[in-house]
């Protein structure tokens, strides 16, 4: 399915990458699709005996080709504003529509195939999955799917290839350095093509420059295959990767 598939929006511009090649996908570039329209989300958390409020009535919209920065203190509903915009959680209040579909009314079945064929997850801790190898973990999303096999595993190798993960295909996610986790799970998060990537702190444990290098890759995937990115980062450096950054306090979006 194309970015323009359930919406029936035709193609103008299109793009075909080459860097990219594994990809099948045309994406559009050159006119606004959106992607993401979150309106007035609320979201508490239920304790013993009280509620903690962590989003308060958050609106947000992401097009194709957007890569939107959250910044924010520790607290603010970062973490929280992303679960709800990867369809991983849902709001207590609130609209969000996902390529033009209300997910607060969908099943969990829906929800997870809403996932697993239009949204990429990256987090900080990079959450490979321990007893799968590297490829093995590229493939996942695309052997979940039930896709060929052979076409899941030469996929996975060609973009392990071009995120330079290539000669650790046969390690376990424990044999690896952090930096080497992050462009395996970048690549896990694109292979089956979403049209928004949501990263959570994705260089929060990275040194500088493995940091800067998946940034690079986060910025490629956006320029080159019009991948929706939203991203929650502490780091002011990082965000200014982004082509928008905003920033939230006590729950809200204050700019
Ligand atoms: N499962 C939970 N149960 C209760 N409260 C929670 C839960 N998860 C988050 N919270 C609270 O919700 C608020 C928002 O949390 P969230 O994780 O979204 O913040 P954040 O901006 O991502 O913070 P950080 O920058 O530290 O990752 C915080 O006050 C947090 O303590
Ligand atoms: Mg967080």
Redesign the pocket.
């Known amino acids: 399915m194309g970015l323009d598939g359930e919406n029936g929006v035709p193609l103008r511009g299109v793009c075909l990458s080459r860097n990219w090649s594994s990809f099948s996908h045309v994406y559009l570039l050159s006119m606004p699709n959106l992607i993401l329209a979150a309106t007035d989300l609320h979201r508490s958390y239920a304790l013993a005996d009280s509620a903690v409020p962590a989003l308060r009535g958050v609106s947000l919209h992401l097009n194709a080709g957007d890569f939107t920065a959250i910044m924010g203190p520790s607290g603010c509903g970062?973490?929280t504003l992303l679960q709800l915009c990867g369809a991983m959680d849902k709001a207590d209040s609130g609209s969000l529509k996902l390529d033009g579909r209300e997910v607060t009314s969908m099943t969990d079945l829906d929800l997870t195939r809403l996932r697993r064929e239009r949204i990429g997850f990256v987090f900080q801790f990079f959450n490979l999955l321990p007893t799968l190898s590297v490829l093995e973990n590229i493939a996942m999303p695309l052997l979940l799917a039930r896709k060929d096999e052979k076409s899941a595993f030469e996929k996975a190798r060609s973009l392990a290839a071009r995120v330079g993960i290539d000669h650790r295909l046969s390690h376990y996610p424990n044999q690896i350095s952090g930096g080497e986790a992050q462009r395996a799970a970048l690549a896990r998060a694109v292979i089956h093509e979403p049209a928004l990537l949501i990263a959570?702190?994705p260089t929060g444990s990275l040194d500088s420059t493995n940091g800067q290098s998946v940034l690079e890759l986060f910025q490629e995937l956006n320029r080159d295959l019009g991948i929706a990115i939203l991203m929650?980062t502490h780091d002011a450096q990082v965000a200014t990767i982004a082509k928008q950054t905003i920033r939230m306090k006590d729950g809200k979006i204050v700019e």
């Open positions: 970062k973490s959570d702190e929650a």
